[in-house]
């Protein structure tokens, strides 16, 4: 009897040590392997990352830097309004013809067109020229061979009387576009 009793107090202690530190132990250990699995997950999630980052970093460094300062003359960052101006003046003066007046207005554009052109601005330009009508449709040519995107929205033609022969003053409105922030 003794021994069946010993028998069943030492199974109660058993099941006793089994329930009060075995259980927590091994529940403790199943998070931990859970967490575990987060970690690798996280880590090769990680992983792939630093090789795309890797990969776009290798194709954008195997771009010719001249190819890159082409793209932001194209579109630059920020309306780049003193490259414009030096631009517009190089033109005229390979066209032989005078400008008279350059002036500038950058828009912001509404909400809406914001959202149809993210990170898309417009810097709108007024010139006035003179010169002859062969020497305006060479500055229009240059200004279409221009690398900085620009649309000739207006333009005005003044025409002089015969009797003055002098030259023709022609107004012209531009849309020249640049990003608020670079992509390049």
């Known amino acids: 009897m003794i021994r069946i009793l010993?028998?069943?107090l030492c199974a109660g202690g058993g099941i006793f040590l089994l329930q009060s530190y075995v259980q927590p132990a091994l529940s403790k250990i199943e998070d931990l392997?859970?967490?575990q699995e987060v970690v690798t997950d996280t880590i090769d999630k990680a992983r792939e990352v630093i090789r795309l980052r890797d990969k776009l970093s290798g194709t954008y460094n195997s771009i010719a830097p001249a190819d890159i300062q082409k793209v932001r003359k194209f579109l630059p960052a920020g309306s780049a309004v003193s490259v414009f101006l030096v631009d517009l003046e190089v033109l005229a003066k390979e066209a032989e013809i005078h400008v008279q007046t350059i002036a500038f207005t950058?828009?912001?554009?509404?909400?809406?067109?914001k959202s149809e052109n993210i990170g898309m601005?417009?810097?709108t330009v007024t010139v006035r020229?003179?010169?002859?009508?062969?020497d305006?449709?060479?500055?229009?040519?240059l200004l279409e061979r221009n690398l900085r995107l620009v649309?000739?929205?207006r333009i005005n033609l003044k025409g002089q009387s015969e009797e003055v022969k002098s030259n023709m003053?022609?107004?012209?409105?531009?849309?020249?576009?640049?990003?608020?922030?670079?992509?390049?």
């Open 33 to 35: 392997r859970a967490e």
């Open 129 to 134: 020229v003179e010169g002859t009508y062969e």
């Open 106 to 113: 950058e828009e912001g554009g509404t909400n809406s067109e």
């Open 6 to 8: 010993f028998a069943i």
């Open 151 to 153: 649309d000739v929205v």
């Open 136 to 141: 305006f449709q060479k500055f229009l040519t």
């Open 121 to 123: 601005q417009t810097l």
């Open 169 to 184: 003053q022609f107004d012209i409105e531009l849309k020249a576009y640049y990003q608020d922030r670079t992509i390049l």
